[in-house]
């Protein structure tokens, strides 16, 4: 019988699926084993577009409420902090 994970556990695991998720969609051949040790600015070494990023973001709103019964609102917001902390740079920001 396999072993269940405990809160934080699932909390760590939705953050990779998360940037796996935010590289895939950007369409960079990255994963989160490759950059987990890392102390430099790898966030801003690719790029994707901000349509990307909305993409990511439904994605990751989804992705939130299924795997840790998240309700929407703070989901929203979760993904929002998750972008700030580990979002790829914007390739076409306009002001």
Do not use: C
């Not at 990511?56 to 700030?84: C, D, F, H, N, V």
Request: net charge positive; aromatic share 12%; no cysteine.
């Amino acid at each position: 019988m396999a072993k269940r994970l405990t809160r934080e556990q699932k909390k760590e695991q939705a953050l990779i699926d998360l940037i796996n998720e935010m590289f895939r969609i950007a369409g960079h051949a990255v994963t989160f084993e490759d950059i987990k040790d890392r102390k430099d600015d790898w966030y801003t070494q690719w790029t994707m577009t901000m349509a990307q990023n909305d993409e990511w973001q439904q994605w990751g709103k989804k992705y939130l409420q299924k795997t840790l019964r998240t309700p929407a609102k703070l989901a929203e917001r979760e993904m929002q902090w998750i972008s700030l902390q580990y979002g790829l740079k914007f390739l076409d920001f306009n002001l």
